[in-house]
């Protein structure tokens, strides 16, 4: 077992690219650790046997992009379905579309509005605060889309999201609340959306398909007490692309960086189909959970593949990560963000050292700006240091 000439850490949508760009470009060995059990960092995806359900493990991942480059290289590994996402959200009782769109507005309000009239309307409830500076999340809210409208669908979402009452929450979390002043409720704006054809994990899995790349699961990339670790492959001088926790990396020595987290309950139903559609949000504080995922709905053209009888949905519980949760969402106070900019400090002084994806970086990104990422980050940072 030669020493690899390049050991990614980590086998989500950044490493995985990385590893792919690295053999097709030079030809390279490249072993791929991964502490889980299973390739697809964050956007695995497994069968559920009982419904025929393709299940997101770590919650729904819907790909979509403007980004043709992305656009064209997802496509060498994965065709995509027709997928169209959008939203509901039940409040008091009703079924509701999402984002807030002109059909949401007239629905609420029990009217038959024009674009022009229901913009007005929006325009005079947000003037409510006209004058003063939001002190607080509950605020920010009012002044943007009006209190009827952000007390019925943003107030207590945001809340169960923070577990924190949003007049206790800081108004720089919410900068923009989108309305549509027509009817459409198509979720994304970008050129290209879809989900992958054939499963999440069998499109990952076929950009890695090449015997110059091995992947070791199960392994971390702290434990000395297996070879591709750390300290023996910094000692080695082996080219690491690390896209663990960047924090994690250095011992917390500076200290934790901060995230939220997502705990899912699964429940089951007796019935083929129990919202009509892929995602409910519960708007009101009465429900504990944020929204609800039907994952069969993700993909209706299984339907002659799925349990007519039978469905699962998870509930999404937002909470504050401990350092042993998955963390999800980069929380990101001034205090973080200064933080992090001492991390990438001395991530940038880390000689055969690449950092990148989210916990690389500490980031929110969408599955289509990783694939850019480590595009870019391929041709720029780690093609030169497998030449030297
Ligand atoms: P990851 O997928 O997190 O991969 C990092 C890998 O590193 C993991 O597999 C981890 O096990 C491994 N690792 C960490 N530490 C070690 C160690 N010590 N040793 C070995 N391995 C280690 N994007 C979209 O485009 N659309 C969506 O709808 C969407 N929904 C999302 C929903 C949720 C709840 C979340 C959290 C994210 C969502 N995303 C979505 C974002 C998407 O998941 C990410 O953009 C993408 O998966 C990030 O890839 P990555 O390679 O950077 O990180
Ligand atoms: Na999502």
């Known amino acids: ?3 690899p000439d390049l050991v990614i850490v980590g086998a989500g949508i950044f490493g995985l690219t990385i590893a792919q760009q690295a053999v097709e470009k030079l030809g390279v060995n490249v072993t791929i650790i991964d502490i889980r059990d299973h390739i697809g960092g964050n956007a695995y995806s497994y069968m ?7 299940i997101h493990k770590y919650g729904a991942h819907l790909f979509h992009t403007s980004n043709s480059r992305v656009w064209e290289y997802v496509n060498r590994f994965t065709k995509f379905t027709d997928y ?8 008091d009782g009703e079924v509701f579309p999402l984002p807030i769109n002109l059909g949401t507005i007239n629905q ?7 674009p022009a009239q229901a913009k007005a309307l929006i325009d005079e409830q947000a003037g409510e605060l006209a004058g003063t500076d939001p002190a607080n999340l509950n605020d920010q ?4 889309i009006g209190r009827p409208l952000y007390e019925a669908f943003i107030k207590n979402y945001t809340a169960k999201q923070w577990q924190t009452d949003p007049s206790e929450l800081p108004a720089s979390i919410i900068k923009r609340l989108p309305v549509r002043f027509n009817y459409n409720n198509r979720y994304f704006k970008d050129t290209w959306e879809g989900l992958p054809a054939d499963g999440y994990t069998a499109w990952l899995e076929r950009m890695i398909d090449d015997p110059r790349i091995t992947v070791k699961l199960e392994t971390d990339f702290f434990d000395e007490t297996q070879p591709l670790n750390k300290r023996a492959l910094l000692e080695a001088g082996v080219p690491v692309v ?3 926790p960047v924090d994690r990396y250095f011992d917390y020595d500076l200290g934790e960086l901060k995230w939220r987290t997502v705990d899912f309950k699964e429940v089951r139903y007796d019935e083929g189909d129990h919202f009509g559609c892929a995602v409910m949000n519960f708007s009101d504080a009465d429900v504990p959970y944020t929204r609800a995922i039907e994952f069969k709905n993700f993909n209706p053209e299984r339907a002659a593949e799925q349990n ?3 469905t699962v949905v998870w509930e999404e519980y937002s909470r504050f990560a401990n350092r042993d949760d998955e963390p999800y969402y980069p929380i990101n106070t001034d205090e973080d963000k200064a933080l992090y900019a001492q991390y990438k400090a001395k991530a940038a002084d880390e000689p055969n050292v690449v950092f ?7 980031a929110y990104y969408d599955m289509d700006q990783v694939f850019n990422q480590a595009l870019i980050s391929y041709e720029k940072q780690v093609e030169p240091l497998l030449k030297k």
């Open 1 to 3: 077992n030669a020493t």
């Open 48 to 54: 559920d046997p009982e419904t025929g359900a393709e």
């Open 84 to 91: 169209v996402h959008r939203v509901y959200a039940t409040h």
């Open 108 to 114: 609420f309000f029990r009217a038959n509005y024009t």
């Open 141 to 144: 809210g009012i002044s943007l």
């Open 242 to 244: 690390y896209t663990g």
């Open 308 to 310: 007519p009888n039978k």
């Open 356 to 362: 990148g994806g989210r916990l690389g970086t500490y």
